[in-house]
């Protein structure tokens, strides 16, 4: 029995007073736009994706919740299935139950609309209770800021993808986000 592995792997996840005190000022949520609506369920559709059922999820400030119900309206609209939506707090004392209820059934993908902060807590659970799987998970405009793989800690978000508000994408290497221009449509 290794009793230092244990104890480490039985902790909170919870990002530390020092780090949400150093992050403080990421930006809230900005409304989505119908560009970043397209863009987003196009990675959702990209060819050999399969992606057919999805859980959503978001923040409780009604800016989040406004991009996840045309979210799941747009989806529904196309024939796909919503498994579940799901909501958070900024705050809360350990995203568990949230994380859990994303988490209950397993979703082709799973839909982000969130403020930086609350989503980093989120996804720490994510990553240290249940199956969630970054890669599988698609977000909107508010989650693509540079701050937010360090404050969710390493490797947490690696592979998540999104959409920009210009309808550009971007996604998380690492520790490393990236961005995409528009697809430039020819006809």
């Not at 560009?35 to 989040?64: C, F, M, N, Q, W």
């Not at 994380?99 to 980093?120: C, I, K, Q, S, Y």
């Amino acid at each position: 029995m290794n009793i230092p592995k244990e104890r480490e792997s039985s902790r909170s996840p919870l990002i530390g007073a020092a780090e949400l005190a150093a992050y403080a000022d990421l930006p809230a949520p900005a409304p989505h736009t119908d560009a970043e609506l397209t863009a987003l369920i196009g990675l959702l559709t990209l060819p050999k994706a399969r992606i057919e059922v999805v859980a959503v999820g978001h923040s409780r400030d009604a800016i989040s919740r406004a991009a996840a119900d045309a979210f799941a309206t747009a989806w529904r609209a196309r024939g796909g299935k919503i498994l579940t939506v799901v909501n958070w707090p900024e705050t809360a004392a350990s995203w568990l139950r949230a994380a859990n209820r994303l988490t209950a059934e397993l979703p082709d993908a799973w839909v982000m609309a969130a403020a930086p902060l609350g989503f980093a807590q989120l996804a720490r659970r994510l990553r240290h209770s249940t199956d969630w799987d970054p890669a599988r998970t698609y977000a909107f405009a508010a989650l693509r800021d540079s701050c937010l793989p360090a404050l969710a800690g390493p490797d947490t978000l690696h592979g998540l993808r999104g959409a920009s508000a210009d309808g550009g994408t971007w996604d998380v290497h690492h520790r490393w986000v990236t961005s995409y221009p528009p697809s430039e449509v020819t006809t």
